[in-house]
């Protein structure tokens, strides 16, 4: 049935391109087959730019194969030069190696690791590059690269052109490194699929010619398109930077919120992408949508099943809860975690020290930027509109700070979560 799933990816604009396209539907429809995917261990975490990848194996799984989730730990010491218009900083390997930790975490929340003959792998490249010495790899490996074949990919093509530094012979060997990986996940595991974005097309390519020439072996590619919004601004990037997969680096709220946020324009799209909704239960969403009057329902569906897949139930229910009660006015609803979270990302903060609070209530929350002076601040004041830990304020509370923010009135001991007006936060947190 996988050219049922072959079908359904085309539906869902999964596909970019396959190498070996007229074979693979027979190869998948063989029996259990062995696929692979690499991430790069270029931070403590991935970011949502991943999620394509890490669901597309979950996909190929739940059609019955065997997904193989690698981990570079060889290749992360290097750096992908694929479409970056700079050399890559080196890592350190201790850092590298700590990292690679914390992704192989990460990606081992997206696969199932008890299916039987379908049961998901992580393996880390650095196991079969460790003990390579370089005189092995350049005859036994490196004679089967033409130069004039690498310069020619787009990618290592742009580098070359582009003024500046180029590419260096350690960027540029790295689509060596990532073909080596196909060949010996064919050799170890019998992987006959590789998957990647579109960017990783060369390298992909490069892998099945290698895996041919030292095993004989009939291998595949299929590439994923890079996503990108519909304004044509970079998927994943908001004013406060990426969009991590790891809750300590964007929290549950914030992740939820960044779905919530997406245009009307991107959301079915995405809902294709990155959710396990059937196409026609998509079409559905859009058509109810359409014949609705005021807000669409994508956005809330998308959050809610992205979310539930990133965080679980319980990181989607604290990301509704915080909603909830923010929308609300209703802090006493939060739990300390919430807090914790908004503390992170999600709400301007600061850190109060008691011993060193301002005379005057209007002159911090100037500081703390929830208005634009303290006159504003005055009349707020005056309207009972400035809210702390839901209790609201009047002119007879500027004078006494110290009061205001004493400890027992503090949610949890240490926050008081200040509103201005009907929309206007800041979360203030006892040093």
């Not at 990816?9 to 087959?33: C, M, T, V, Y």
Request: net charge negative; aromatic share 10%; proline share 3%.
């Amino acid at each position: 049935m996988t050219s049922v799933l072959l079908a359904e990816l085309q539906q869902r604009e999964l596909i970019f391109q396959i190498a070996g396209e007229d074979k693979l539907p027979e190869w998948l429809d063989g029996g259990s087959r062995s696929l692979y995917c690499g991430f790069d261990p270029t931070a403590d975490s991935l970011h949502i730019g991943s999620l394509v990848p890490l669901l597309m194996l979950r996909r190929f799984q739940l059609a019955g194969h065997r997904p193989i989730a690698l981990v570079g730990g060889a290749t992360g010491l290097i750096g992908d030069p694929s479409f970056k218009a700079q050399e890559r900083q080196l890592n350190t390997p201790d850092v590298v190696e700590s990292w690679v930790e914390k992704l192989r975490n990460q990606v081992s929340r997206f696969v199932d690791f008890d299916a039987g003959a379908q049961s998901a792998l992580v393996v880390n490249n650095l196991e079969w590059t460790r003990d390579l010495d370089v005189l092995t790899f350049l005859r036994d490996i490196g004679k089967h690269f033409s130069i004039n074949s690498m310069i020619q990919k787009e990618s290592v093509k742009q580098r070359i052109e582009r003024e500046g530094s180029g590419i260096s012979f350690t960027e540029f060997a790295y689509m060596i490194l990532q073909s080596y990986d196909f060949a010996e996940l064919y050799k170890r595991y019998d992987c006959g699929l590789q998957l990647g974005g579109s960017d990783q097309w060369g390298n992909i390519t490069g892998g099945i010619d290698l895996a041919r020439r030292l095993h004989g072996g009939q291998v595949f590619g299929l590439t994923m398109p890079l996503i990108t919004k519909s304004d044509g601004s970079k998927f994943g990037k908001t004013e406060s930077g990426t969009i991590w997969l790891d809750a300590a680096r964007t929290s549950p709220y914030s992740f939820y919120q960044f779905w919530l946020s997406v245009a009307d324009s991107d959301a079915y799209r995405f809902l294709r992408y990155f959710t396990f909704l059937t196409v026609a239960d998509i079409a559905g969403i859009e058509r109810a949508d359409a014949e609705r009057s005021g807000r669409p329902e994508a956005q809330r569906i998308l959050a809610e099943e992205v979310t539930r897949l990133v965080h679980g139930d319980e990181g989607l229910a604290a990301a509704k809860r915080i909603t909830e009660s923010l929308f609300r006015g209703e802090p006493a609803a939060l739990s300390e975690p919430d807090l914790e979270q908004l503390m992170l990302d999600g709400l301007p903060s600061s850190v109060l020290s008691p011993d060193d609070l301002p005379e005057t209530l209007t002159q911090l929350l100037a500081d703390a930027g929830l208005a634009g002076s303290g006159k504003q601040i005055k009349d707020a004041l005056q309207r009972e509109a400035v809210i702390i830990n839901g209790r609201a304020l009047s002119m007879s509370d500027n004078a006494s700070v110290v009061n205001v923010f004493a400890s027992e009135k503090a949610l949890y001991g240490r926050f008081y979560l200040v509103r201005l007006g009907k929309k206007k936060y800041h979360l203030f947190a006892r040093a």
